[in-house]
């Protein structure tokens, strides 16, 4: 099932995207914008992880897609379904398309289905402190800060602070009407 947003497409990871994932994974750019770290990524590794994702019930990777091409990634991975939880990530690739509404809409178009087809009750995620246009994303769609993790992750030769943000099934059930 694809997911529709106003003006984007989530969809299952094809084939076809591999190299795709790969030229954005090892992106020098991309990488200073997120938590945790990667070694650089070869084809037949990329494609080894496409396989392995197959039968993941613990995590939902989509092609964030526009006009048939796609320009992103949005993640759902550490599933809890005990707990109904997870975290949460998006990777929008191209610089042009920043700033033009498709993270809004990629988000609030993965918080629907997350809370309202999974049933979740909580989605978080950790931003690296400068990444300021992600934490304004993540407030304007309801998120709130529930503290900084100091010094976390060292990335360019110095220790950056992560914020860890979420939102509740309640808070996004007190918003989603605002959206339409």
């Known amino acids: 099932m694809n997911l529709k947003?106003?003006?984007i497409l989530l969809r299952?990871?094809?084939?076809?995207d591999i190299e795709f994932l790969r030229t954005m994974i090892n992106d020098e750019t991309m990488e200073r914008q997120v938590g945790g770290w990667s070694f650089p990524i070869s084809k037949y590794e990329q494609d080894k992880w496409f396989e392995?994702?197959?039968n993941n019930t613990d995590s939902i990777?989509?092609?964030i897609e526009l006009e048939g091409s796609p320009i992103g990634l949005e993640t759902l991975t550490d599933i809890d379904w005990k707990n109904r939880k997870a975290c949460h990530g998006i990777k929008l690739y191209n610089e042009k398309i920043r700033g033009k509404g498709y993270g809004t809409d990629t988000l609030k178009t993965i918080m629907k289905?997350?809370?309202?087809?999974l049933q979740l009750n909580k989605l978080y995620t950790t931003i690296l402190e400068h990444n300021e246009v992600s934490i304004?994303?993540?407030?304007k769609c309801g998120?709130?800060?529930e503290g900084t993790l100091k010094e976390s992750v060292f990335k360019n030769n110095r220790y950056i602070d992560e914020v860890q943000i979420a939102i509740l099934k309640k808070q996004y059930e007190e918003i989603k009407e605002q959206w339409k």
């Open 136 to 139: 304004k994303l993540h407030k």
């Open 52 to 54: 392995s994702q197959i």
């Open 12 to 16: 299952a990871i094809e084939k076809e």
């Open 113 to 117: 289905y997350a809370f309202e087809e």
């Open 5 to 7: 947003g106003k003006k």
């Open 143 to 145: 998120w709130e800060i």
């Open 61 to 63: 990777r989509c092609i």
